[in-house]
């Protein structure tokens, strides 16, 4: 079992929709939190990163943590055609500088 | 401010031929990563430097691959001899000392091993 589970999608919705996104993880030391965005052929991009436990909210983008379930998730309101991409969920452990990351999920938003 | 630059951008070479990748960091940054992104799969950690100390280099598989960050700034990792299976996106990344929550990551170089 990987140490960070996220469903690869490809998950498609037309412009204007929520898009929930969601890694599961086993290590209950991962404190940090991260969603990066990569389009094709780019390197990832830090979107936003939560510590511990709790909501964190920029912009259109909601990340939310709820450790006693290992579970994270990104919400994204108001879709827009250029969100297309991939969003990869990354853990990393207090004092740890090593990311784990999730499979990654590919979104599409249809105009 | 500059970000993460890597070079060569996409490589075509035949296995068993040597390949080497080189990045070049944020300016201040002391934490350079090497990953390795597989197909439809998440970056993998190949090996983490602190400065132009190797502190994390236990999934690098040695009998092949080799790094270096002289003078704590630009990194190489070489390949060699490369095998099919190493056919992947390489992905350099930096991170000041406040850690992985700060890494940014270069465009990748695009390995295609035929």
């Known amino acids: 079992q990987k140490e960070v589970e996220q469903d690869p999608g490809p998950l498609s919705v037309p412009e204007g929709a929520i898009v929930s996104l969601n890694c599961t993880y086993s290590n209950s030391a991962f404190q940090y939190f991260m969603w990066y965005r990569q389009y094709s052929r780019k390197g990832p991009e830090l979107l936003m990163y939560t510590y511990s436990s709790g909501n964190k909210e920029d912009g259109r983008f909601t990340a939310q943590v709820d450790k006693s379930s290992k579970y994270i998730s990104l919400f994204i309101r108001d879709s827009q055609p250029s969100d297309s991409a991939t969003y990869l969920c990354?853990?990393?452990?207090?004092?740890?500088?090593?990311?784990?990351f999730g499979q990654g999920t590919r979104l599409t938003i249809n105009p | 401010e500059a970000g993460v630059v890597q070079s060569p951008r996409y490589k075509i070479i035949e296995k068993k031929q040597p390949v080497a990748f080189w990045c070049n960091p944020i300016?201040?940054?002391?934490?350079l990563y090497w990953y390795r992104q597989n197909l439809g799969q998440g970056p993998e950690l190949l090996i983490r430097?602190?400065?132009?100390?190797?502190?994390?280099d236990s999934q690098l598989p040695k009998d092949r691959f080799s790094a270096e960050r002289l003078k704590g700034v630009d990194s190489t990792l070489k390949i060699q001899p490369a095998e099919l299976g190493d056919s992947a996106v390489y992905l350099c990344?930096?991170?000041?000392?406040?850690?992985?929550?700060?890494?940014?990551f270069g465009q990748g170089t695009r390995l295609t091993v035929v």
């Open positions: 990344a930096s991170s000041s000392r406040r850690g992985p929550t700060e890494a940014f």
């Open positions: 300016s201040g940054h002391n934490t």
């Open positions: 990354a853990m990393s452990a207090q004092g740890a500088q090593k990311l784990v």
């Open positions: 430097y602190e400065n132009e100390e190797a502190v994390d």
